[in-house]
Protein backbone atom coordinates (compact mmCIF):
# COMPACT_ATOMS: atom_id res chain seq x y z
CA UNK A 1 0.00 0.00 0.00
CA UNK A 2 1.60 2.92 -0.79
CA UNK A 3 -0.27 4.96 2.38
CA UNK A 4 -1.24 8.59 2.64
CA UNK A 5 0.44 10.41 -0.40
CA UNK A 6 0.27 14.65 0.14
CA UNK A 7 1.52 17.02 -2.80
CA UNK A 8 3.22 18.73 -2.81
CA UNK A 9 5.95 18.49 0.10
CA UNK A 10 7.14 21.76 -0.33
CA UNK A 11 5.42 25.05 -1.39
CA UNK A 12 6.97 28.27 -0.96
CA UNK A 13 4.69 31.57 -2.20
CA UNK A 14 4.21 35.13 -1.55
CA UNK A 15 2.03 36.75 0.45
CA UNK A 16 -1.62 36.88 -1.37
CA UNK A 17 -1.38 34.05 -3.25
CA UNK A 18 -3.41 31.15 -3.90
CA UNK A 19 -1.87 27.65 -1.86
CA UNK A 20 -3.78 24.27 -2.86
CA UNK A 21 -2.37 21.30 -1.30
CA UNK A 22 -3.50 17.45 -2.18
CA UNK A 23 -4.11 14.23 -0.48
CA UNK A 24 -5.06 10.98 -1.63
CA UNK A 25 -5.91 8.74 1.44
CA UNK A 26 -5.36 4.75 1.52
CA UNK A 27 -7.60 3.11 -0.42
CA UNK A 28 -10.74 1.93 1.68
CA UNK A 29 -10.30 4.50 3.92
CA UNK A 30 -13.83 6.56 4.59
CA UNK A 31 -11.99 9.33 7.16
CA UNK A 32 -10.15 12.12 6.07
CA UNK A 33 -8.43 14.46 8.33
CA UNK A 34 -6.66 17.50 7.68
CA UNK A 35 -3.97 19.11 10.64
CA UNK A 36 -1.74 21.83 10.59
CA UNK A 37 2.15 21.56 13.08
CA UNK A 38 3.79 25.04 13.88
CA UNK A 39 5.83 24.91 16.81
CA UNK A 40 3.90 27.83 18.60
CA UNK A 41 1.05 25.52 18.46
CA UNK A 42 1.45 22.05 18.13
CA UNK A 43 -1.04 20.08 15.60
CA UNK A 44 -4.67 21.46 15.25
CA UNK A 45 -7.02 19.39 13.66
CA UNK A 46 -8.45 21.78 10.58
CA UNK A 47 -11.23 19.49 9.09
CA UNK A 48 -12.36 15.78 8.96
CA UNK A 49 -14.62 14.21 6.40
CA UNK A 50 -16.34 10.82 6.81
CA UNK A 51 -17.73 9.64 3.22
CA UNK A 52 -16.42 12.54 1.84
CA UNK A 53 -18.77 14.83 4.00
CA UNK A 54 -17.18 17.30 6.18
CA UNK A 55 -18.37 16.59 9.90
CA UNK A 56 -16.24 18.98 12.25
CA UNK A 57 -14.56 22.26 10.30
CA UNK A 58 -14.67 24.36 13.88
CA UNK A 59 -10.61 24.18 13.29
CA UNK A 60 -10.77 26.03 10.13
CA UNK A 61 -9.25 29.02 11.19
CA UNK A 62 -10.70 31.57 8.54
CA UNK A 63 -12.72 31.75 5.42
CA UNK A 64 -9.79 32.18 3.48
CA UNK A 65 -9.88 28.18 4.23
CA UNK A 66 -11.92 25.84 2.65
CA UNK A 67 -11.16 21.81 2.41
CA UNK A 68 -13.33 19.53 -0.26
CA UNK A 69 -13.64 15.95 -0.64
CA UNK A 70 -15.25 15.34 -3.97
CA UNK A 71 -14.55 11.76 -4.29
CA UNK A 72 -13.33 9.02 -1.99
CA UNK A 73 -9.64 9.10 -3.03
CA UNK A 74 -9.10 12.82 -3.02
CA UNK A 75 -9.28 16.24 -0.90
CA UNK A 76 -8.11 19.38 -1.37
CA UNK A 77 -7.14 22.07 1.53
CA UNK A 78 -7.20 25.76 0.09
CA UNK A 79 -5.83 28.67 1.08
CA UNK A 80 -6.95 32.09 -0.52
CA UNK A 81 -5.39 34.25 -0.51
CA UNK A 82 -2.07 33.26 1.53
CA UNK A 83 -0.66 35.23 4.63
CA UNK A 84 3.15 34.88 6.09
CA UNK A 85 1.09 33.49 9.41
CA UNK A 86 0.00 30.08 7.42
CA UNK A 87 3.10 28.77 7.67
CA UNK A 88 3.50 25.47 8.74
CA UNK A 89 3.18 21.54 7.89
CA UNK A 90 -0.01 20.60 6.81
CA UNK A 91 -0.61 16.95 7.14
CA UNK A 92 -3.35 14.97 5.65
CA UNK A 93 -4.30 11.65 7.50
CA UNK A 94 -6.68 8.89 6.96
CA UNK A 95 -8.66 5.89 8.72
CA UNK A 96 -10.26 2.88 8.42
CA UNK A 97 -12.80 3.85 10.14
CA UNK A 98 -14.19 6.80 12.32
CA UNK A 99 -12.49 5.63 15.40
CA UNK A 100 -9.48 3.86 14.28
CA UNK A 101 -5.71 4.95 14.55
CA UNK A 102 -5.10 7.80 12.22
CA UNK A 103 -2.34 7.47 9.09
CA UNK A 104 -1.01 10.16 8.32
CA UNK A 105 1.03 11.49 4.98
CA UNK A 106 4.72 12.56 4.79
CA UNK A 107 3.16 16.69 5.03
CA UNK A 108 3.45 19.26 2.89
CA UNK A 109 5.25 22.41 4.26
CA UNK A 110 4.35 25.62 3.42
CA UNK A 111 6.02 28.63 3.32
CA UNK A 112 4.27 32.15 2.75
CA UNK A 113 6.86 34.87 2.39
CA UNK B 1 -14.86 18.24 25.72
CA UNK B 2 -11.80 15.91 25.83
CA UNK B 3 -8.36 16.84 26.34
CA UNK B 4 -4.79 15.33 26.66
CA UNK B 5 -1.49 16.74 28.58
CA UNK B 6 2.36 15.67 28.04
CA UNK B 7 3.70 17.82 31.07
CA UNK B 8 7.24 17.25 29.68
CA UNK B 9 9.09 18.97 26.56
CA UNK B 10 11.67 16.65 26.82
CA UNK B 11 12.84 13.43 28.26
CA UNK B 12 16.42 12.69 28.61
CA UNK B 13 17.32 9.02 29.08
CA UNK B 14 20.85 7.26 28.77
CA UNK B 15 20.56 4.07 25.73
CA UNK B 16 20.15 0.89 27.73
CA UNK B 17 17.82 2.65 30.14
CA UNK B 18 13.84 2.02 30.48
CA UNK B 19 12.43 5.65 28.90
CA UNK B 20 8.55 6.64 30.32
CA UNK B 21 6.70 9.38 28.50
CA UNK B 22 3.94 10.90 30.31
CA UNK B 23 0.38 11.40 29.25
CA UNK B 24 -2.83 12.19 31.27
CA UNK B 25 -5.93 13.18 29.66
CA UNK B 26 -9.87 14.17 30.23
CA UNK B 27 -12.88 12.68 28.54
CA UNK B 28 -16.51 12.28 29.21
CA UNK B 29 -17.14 8.80 28.86
CA UNK B 30 -14.71 6.23 27.73
CA UNK B 31 -11.82 6.85 26.13
CA UNK B 32 -10.12 5.90 22.85
CA UNK B 33 -5.98 6.41 23.62
CA UNK B 34 -3.43 6.33 21.28
CA UNK B 35 0.57 7.57 20.78
CA UNK B 36 2.45 8.43 17.96
CA UNK B 37 6.22 9.07 17.02
CA UNK B 38 7.62 11.85 14.39
CA UNK B 39 10.65 11.54 13.36
CA UNK B 40 12.49 14.63 11.90
CA UNK B 41 10.66 16.22 8.43
CA UNK B 42 8.28 13.08 8.81
CA UNK B 43 4.55 12.21 9.23
CA UNK B 44 3.39 10.92 12.24
CA UNK B 45 3.68 7.07 12.55
CA UNK B 46 1.16 4.98 14.65
CA UNK B 47 2.73 3.38 17.97
CA UNK B 48 -0.43 2.00 20.24
CA UNK B 49 -3.96 2.58 21.10
CA UNK B 50 -5.88 1.47 23.71
CA UNK B 51 -9.74 0.96 23.16
CA UNK B 52 -11.02 -1.60 25.88
CA UNK B 53 -9.66 -4.50 27.55
CA UNK B 54 -6.06 -5.26 28.71
CA UNK B 55 -4.92 -1.75 30.27
CA UNK B 56 -1.49 -2.77 29.56
CA UNK B 57 -1.22 -2.31 25.75
CA UNK B 58 2.04 -3.46 23.49
CA UNK B 59 2.57 -1.65 20.42
CA UNK B 60 5.36 -1.38 17.92
CA UNK B 61 9.25 -0.99 18.13
CA UNK B 62 9.26 -2.33 21.64
CA UNK B 63 6.79 0.40 23.15
CA UNK B 64 3.99 -0.14 25.68
CA UNK B 65 1.18 2.04 27.56
CA UNK B 66 -0.72 1.38 30.81
CA UNK B 67 -4.18 2.93 30.54
CA UNK B 68 -4.79 3.82 34.52
CA UNK B 69 -8.21 4.78 34.69
CA UNK B 70 -7.94 6.05 38.31
CA UNK B 71 -5.56 8.73 37.36
CA UNK B 72 -6.63 9.27 33.97
CA UNK B 73 -3.36 8.15 32.66
CA UNK B 74 -1.66 7.03 29.68
CA UNK B 75 1.99 7.03 30.21
CA UNK B 76 4.45 5.60 27.21
CA UNK B 77 6.97 2.93 28.68
CA UNK B 78 10.38 1.04 27.04
CA UNK B 79 12.66 -1.57 29.28
CA UNK B 80 15.38 -0.25 26.91
CA UNK B 81 15.74 2.87 25.27
CA UNK B 82 18.01 3.38 21.82
CA UNK B 83 19.31 5.88 20.65
CA UNK B 84 17.00 5.55 17.61
CA UNK B 85 14.24 6.08 19.79
CA UNK B 86 14.66 9.73 19.52
CA UNK B 87 11.92 11.46 18.39
CA UNK B 88 9.03 13.56 19.15
CA UNK B 89 5.80 11.31 20.69
CA UNK B 90 2.39 12.30 20.26
CA UNK B 91 -0.32 11.53 22.93
CA UNK B 92 -4.02 11.86 21.30
CA UNK B 93 -7.52 10.91 22.84
CA UNK B 94 -10.43 10.52 21.23
CA UNK B 95 -14.59 9.87 22.77
CA UNK B 96 -15.82 7.23 20.63
CA UNK B 97 -16.04 8.54 16.89
CA UNK B 98 -15.13 12.03 18.05
CA UNK B 99 -12.03 13.80 16.59
CA UNK B 100 -9.12 12.56 17.45
CA UNK B 101 -6.91 15.29 19.67
CA UNK B 102 -3.38 15.40 20.39
CA UNK B 103 -0.88 16.37 23.23
CA UNK B 104 1.78 18.84 22.78
CA UNK B 105 4.34 16.61 22.03
CA UNK B 106 7.36 15.55 24.21
CA UNK B 107 11.08 15.10 22.65
CA UNK B 108 12.72 12.34 23.97
CA UNK B 109 16.42 12.21 23.49
CA UNK B 110 18.21 9.02 24.17
CA UNK B 111 21.88 9.39 24.93
CA UNK B 112 24.79 6.67 24.09
Known amino acids: DAGVIQSPRHEVTEMGQEVTLRCKPI?????LFWYRQTMMRGLELLIYFNNNVPIDDSGMPEDRFSAKMPNASFSTLKIQPSEPRDSAVYFCASSPTSAGELFFGEGSRLTVL | AQSVAQPEDQVNVAEGNPLTVKCTYS??????LFWYVQYPNRGLQFLLKYITGDNLVKGSYGFEAEFNKSQTSFHLKKPSALVSDSALYFCAVRRDTDKLIFGTGTRLQVFP
Open chain 2, 27 to 32: VSGNPY
Open chain 1, 27 to 31: SGHNS
